[in-house]
């Protein structure tokens, strides 16, 4: 079983060696879409894999769990590495038209590829200092591309996106030290069933407030947010979206996984402060972005608002709840990288990406107007469009244990959200061009024109089909966040049919 | 710098540093040593040449680029990880070979592992040199 596991890893990396290696001509363009094809056919045999076992495992090298790099894929892990493959092609496709000879040459699709078999990676790894690595990886190649061309504003960025990151990546460091003193193991599937164990569970709840800190950095939550508006704008629009869509949310699956499978003995305490944490990140993040005027930028704040609804469902910790969580992440992660797709078009086809020198979209490009609309309203939770689905399961999983001011929180901010979705409608779309361009389509080169908006309409598509029909999507979810909630299966999957209960005699050092 | 003596010392210097780090790479399977230290010696060498001679010198006799030289090492470390799939086993299990093993006698081992090794040492060689050249070019 090891290798379908391993597959979604080797190929991003054997496609960043080839497409680096033919960076010079066309050819390296091409080894990267065809790479990331392969990759999608790859994921999907996992999803395939994991719907029919329930968790699939496989221990890297042959070195048995817990004592080697365990490889795991449970419904959500193989959720997240399909709509990893899923935004990769559409960003490699987009890449095509976006990324000139120059970037090409100094390596673009090298560094997206590793960026991605990282990304990969963290959602499929079973081990805690493996997540690290996988981390590291992302942190190496995003900087890389984050300061790709090096513009000015791009080095400002990079720099801040580097420090707060470094230090993201300290905290988690030095948490995952202390859990191995206690514990004596980086397994998470071991971690489960030794940390609940523990006798100092006082000292487990510090520990876990480091996790929650380098993972919130990671996420991009209240108040460990501002390096990301700080960043976000500036690079290439294909890393803009392929950052804005996964990178951040590779921080909230973290969350997720240690948090509902790790830490889970004081929740009342850590629970609560995700909670908090959930209802400022939502507020701060749209209020953030009714005060841009930048398309990206708008765009950026929303990644951060949106982020509080996916702790909202962590924190609020009922099945109903995580399952909301985890539906919430998989239709951002397409409505995210599809909205900083379409902001790199329409700054293409009006000249900026700034809102008070740009419109008439509308009027001469309507077919970008019609793709915006959907992701845009999806953003905001307007039925039948996948975001309204997520909204909804996640309000009613508040309003199921009285959460009565978070659920006003989200909801308010859903209101607030369409304002921001409006702006732009009303800046970029509605009114006439301040310069008086006619912002028509046709003023981007045929070829280019087709690289740019296949990925659009197919990211719109798998919108309107998760919104049209969500039941097999949200059921999906359900069965995600039961798996995280009573990770027996995964325990016994990667430990061995006898894991649990835990031995007598574990048991006992443990405490 | 523009210095006959370091010119000259760094002749033989780097010829022994290149040597060494071959040396390292080798060893490390069960001493210290191995493709991580191995590449950083071998970096050193051509960082001295780059010092007395100019990076452009460097850069002639590298012959590649070094960027390719590290992304062919990722590309070598993989294939050892791969390579186990022939031999129908998980990712990355190292796979043995003893040349002329008899009973009693080990032979020469040769292995997946020391491939991987060799993958690492180009990765770290090549990674250094790309820094290393840029940054001298910048100033």
Same mark, same amino acid.
């Given at each position: ?68 790099? @365990? ?52 959602? &499929? ?29 791009? =080095?400002?960025? +990079?720099?801040?996106?580097? @420090? ?41 709840? @510090? ?47 973290? &969350? ?15 629970? @609560? ?6 209802? &400022? ?14 398309? $990206? ?50 700054? $293409? ?37 996948? +975001? ?35 702006? =732009? ?31 659009? =309409? ?32 995964? =325990? ?20 | ?17 290149? /040597? *060494? ?24 060498? *051509?960082?001295?040449? %780059?010092?007395?001679?100019? !990076? ?7 012959? /590649? ?6 992304? #062919? ?6 294939? %050892? ?33 020391? #491939?991987?090794?060799?993958? !690492?040492?180009? /990765? !770290? ?6 820094? !290393? ?7």
């Amino acid at each position: 079983m090891s290798w379908i596991l391993a597959a979604p890893l080797v190929l991003p990396f054997l496609t960043a060696v080839l497409s680096f290696l033919w960076r010079h001509s066309p050819a390296g363009r091409r080894i990267s879409v065809a790479g990331n094809v392969a990759l999608l056919v790859a994921a999907g045999a996992l999803l395939a894999a994991v719907l029919d076992e329930g968790v699939v495992a496989g221990q890297m090298g042959g070195w048995a769990a817990p004592f080697g790099i @365990t490889l795991v894929a449970d419904y959500l892990g193989a959720a997240m590495a399909m709509i990893t493959a899923i935004t990769a092609l559409a960003t490699a496709l987009y890449a095509m038209g976006d990324i000139d000879e120059h970037k090409a040459g100094l390596g673009f699709h090298a560094l997206f590829n590793v960026l991605i078999g990282g990304v990969t990676g963290a959602f &499929l790894t079973g081990d805690l200092f493996n997540l690290y690595v996988w981390f590291e990886v992302m942190l190496i190649s995003s900087f890389g591309l984050l300061v790709l061309g090096a513009s000015r504003a791009q =080095i400002d960025g +990079g720099i801040k996106y580097v @420090t707060l990151n470094l230090i993201s990546t300290i905290l988690f460091l030095s948490g995952v030290g202390l859990l191995y003193g206690m514990t004596g193991t980086l397994n998470m599937a071991d971690l489960a069933r030794v940390v609940p164990a523990l006798e100092d569970q006082g000292l487990v709840t @510090t520990v876990a407030m480091l996790f929650m800190i380098a993972f919130g950095v990671k996420a991009a939550v209240f108040p460990l947010f501002f390096w990301l508006p700080a960043s976000y704008h500036t690079p290439a629009y294909a890393v803009s979206a392929v950052f804005a869509g996964l990178l951040t949310k590779v921080g909230v699956y973290a &969350l997720i996984r240690v948090f509902t499978m790790i830490f889970t003995e004081d929740t009342g305490y850590t629970h @609560t402060i995700l909670l908090w944490v959930a209802g &400022l990140t939502m507020i701060t993040g749209v209020l953030g972005a009714a005060a841009q005027n930048d398309m $990206r930028k708008i765009l950026s704040f929303h990644i951060v608002s949106q982020i509080g609804y996916m702790v909202l469902g962590l924190a609020l910790y009922t099945p109903l709840a995580v399952a909301g969580a985890v539906f919430y992440v998989v239709h951002h992660i397409i409505v995210k990288a599809n909205l900083f797709l379409i902001a790199g078009i329409a700054e $293409r086809a009006a000249g900026s990406s700034d809102l008070a020198r740009i419109g008439g979209l509308y009027k001469s490009a309507p077919l970008l107007g019609a793709l915006f609309l959907v992701p845009a309203f999806s953003l905001a939770g307007f039925p039948p469009l996948s +975001g309204f689905w997520a909204k909804y399961v996640l309000v009613a999983a508040a309003l199921d244990v009285q959460g009565w001011l978070v659920a006003g929180v989200a909801l308010l901010v859903g209101a607030l959200t369409i304002y921001s979705m409006t702006k =732009i409608w009303a800046e970029a779309f509605w009114k006439a061009h301040p310069d008086g361009v006619e912002p028509k389509l046709t003023r981007i080169g045929t070829a280019q024109r087709r690289w740019l908006l296949a990925p659009v =309409i197919g990211l719109a598509a798998l919108t309107m089909l998760i919104g049209l029909f969500p039941q097999p999507f949200i059921g999906f979810a359900e069965t995600a966040a039961q798996q995280l909630l009573d990770p027996s299966d995964y =325990i016994r999957t990667v430990l061995g049919a006898d894991a649990l209960p835990m031995p007598a005699d574990l048991a006992e050092e443990a405490s | 710098m523009n210095s006959i003596i370091l010119r000259a010392g760094t002749r033989y210097l780097s010829a022994l540093l290149l /040597v *060494f780090s071959l040396y390292m790479l080798l060893r490390g399977h069960n001493e210290p040593g191995g493709g991580f230290i191995g590449g950083l010696i071998g970096a050193i060498g *051509f960082v001295l040449f %780059a010092i007395a001679s100019g !990076v452009a010198d460097a850069r002639r006799s590298l012959r /590649v680029q070094p960027q390719n030289i590290a992304m #062919v090492g990722l590309g070598i470390a993989l294939i %050892a990880g791969i390579a186990a799939a022939l031999f129908g086993d998980d990712l990355f299990t190292g796979q043995w070979l003893f040349l002329g093993a008899a009973l009693g006698e080990k032979g020469l081992p040769l292995s997946t592992v020391l #491939v991987f090794d060799i993958g !690492v040492y180009l /990765v !770290v060689f090549g990674s250094i040199l790309t820094l !290393v050249f840029a940054m001298e070019e910048e100033i």
